[in-house]
């Protein structure tokens, strides 16, 4: 089943069941008032959940009416956590590039996950307010996971099962501040304003078979300003979301609500292209000796979606945002 | 004025004020049901707060009760952010020490500061459940702010006017972990488990003239086992509060309830001691060519307390947590 949240003015807005063909929404909120409880209430409201969206599908349901993702927010406006991982080496050893940075010790073996603002999330549409181009805006385009409570040294396959909803993200990043905040070994805070999300939460049985191992095995297509950046497969994940999730639980037990990311998705190939501008930079740096794409400018947009296997469409919805300045 | 948060079974806990002295509280849900709803409505709630804490004072508060700091959660159960700077530099130099660390760059004049989980705090004298003691268990003793809303790019002398309360931590950390995430340059996730807070969140006025600068000018009593560790002073901070909000505020805006801490309090006169075993250790391997003091054990316990400079009770209340095995 695809959820979203309609933006009604209220502090979490209002859970809202999907049809599978994007077409048509079924107000949820008798059933649970927003995501949020009904992640916190899962066991309750999943049942009811999906005998409503079974209604939805086959014209059923009372008060349907036409989805339009621009009433969207995020998915959770407000998470309990946002812990965002680095999943796809290939990305990794990239930026390592990219920044001039030393290589990262355990990289293969060990994932790495930095914690981000999960207070103040975007929706799918909304602009992105930043106070300076030359921060090296970019952006990255990546899929997570929500997950219910995961109990504190929670196993890698049992935390797999603690999986409730997949989504998709756009993980804004100023590269400019990014290397000096790894320097201080304290981890990304300014480099990492506010992350924005498709508009569609979906259980993991709405990908079939592109839900498998752990990874959503679906291209991420990305565009700037209408321009290609990449079509990467979200499958060739080196760590899969149930080892992040665990790794993210090893001395915490995390929320309902808590969502795990899989850092921007990357492959090997070079002819997947990228999901965000600072990689396509530095196959530039290597492959040209300089950078010839600029990082974004107050105006540009960018679009991603996940492509369906059958051409329709993407099972997340679309993520479509501008860039502009925020007031001094 | 001093607010406390007493559990009684609810999400968020009860919003309750507490006398000067510490011996009586009242019941404040009628003005706000909880801290978080009082911070988001501050320019509403203050002042009937003030008059309410008042009337306390006074001994004309109906339903007044005596105050028992064991009913008390943290002050904010759950927060939209949590970012912890590391504020006294004295501090920061020590842990480059203990952990061979390369040094900060720009550490004198831009500060440091990693995110937190905020959605699992701890509250005064709970037990702190972690899962091995190979992993370096250590306290933190802090001082901290809860904000308003902050908008981005606000200037520091802005910021220190959006500080609605001042807090006492107990920065839980795993000593063990965090030199490898401080290397991957993720930042702090798995070395930071859930943070402890004393149980009253004052208004800043509270403190009188040992609220200067920005900084808590008190000193920072700390015991491990009861024997002293420290009790270094606050106004020794490198970098005052109103310039920690602008850092973490740079590139986002910040929701009402955002806790930002001081980091370690750290003093660079010897005789002052630490408010964690970490740096003990460290200066015991520099005068002593090892370290000594072993890290905390199951049952241990650490007691923290603001002293006040008339030797009356510390105006946060008092931290005293004991340390015990997570179930497996």
């Avoid at 209220?10 to 949820?28: C, I, M, N, P, Y």
């Avoid at 679906?218 to 950046?229: E, F, K, M, S």
């Avoid at 070079?270 to 600029?294: F, H, K, N, Q, Y």
Wanted: aromatic letters at 6%.
């Amino acid at each position: 089943m695809k959820l979203a949240t309609l933006r009604d003015g209220s502090f979490e807005g209002r859970l809202t069941l999907v049809s599978r063909d994007q077409t048509r929404a079924v107000d949820a909120a008798t059933i649970a008032p927003d995501l949020l409880t009904a992640l916190r209430r899962w066991a309750q409201v999943q049942a009811p959940l999906r005998a409503l969206a079974a209604a939805l599908e086959d014209g059923r349901a009372d008060g349907a009416f036409n989805f339009d993702p621009a009433r969207c927010g995020p998915p959770l406006p407000h998470a309990p956590q946002w812990l965002d991982g680095s999943a796809f080496l290939n990305h990794g050893r990239l930026m390592e590039k990219a920044f001039n940075s030393p290589p990262i010790p355990h990289f293969d073996t060990v994932p790495v996950m930095y914690q981000g603002a999960s207070d103040d999330f975007l929706g799918p549409l909304d602009d992105v307010a930043l106070p300076d181009e030359a921060q090296g805006i970019d952006f990255e385009g990546e899929f997570g996971v929500i997950v219910d409570e995961v109990p504190m040294g929670c196993a890698a396959a049992d935390a797999l099962q603690r999986i409730r909803l997949l989504v998709q993200i756009n993980d804004w990043s100023l590269r400019a501040l990014g290397p000096h905040e790894m320097k201080t070994g304290f981890g990304f805070l300014q480099a990492k304003p506010s992350t924005a999300f498709a508009p569609l939460a979906v259980t993991p049985d709405e990908l079939g078979p592109a839900w498998a191992d752990g990874r959503v095995g679906l291209r991420l297509q990305v565009l700037h300003n209408g321009q290609r950046v990449g079509e990467p497969n979200g499958a060739e994940m080196n760590f899969d979301f149930g080892t992040l999730v665990a790794h993210a639980a090893r001395t915490r037990r995390l929320s309902a609500g808590t969502i795990v990311g899989s850092g921007t998705v990357s492959n090997a190939a070079r002819s997947a292209g990228s999901a965000c501008l600072a990689e396509r930079r530095v196959i530039e740096m290597i492959d040209e000796g300089a950078a010839r794409t600029p990082f974004m400018r107050f105006g540009d947009r960018v679009r991603m979606q996940a492509l369906a296997p059958d051409g329709g469409p993407g099972p997340f919805g679309v993520i479509d945002q501008r860039v502009v300045k925020a007031p001094a």
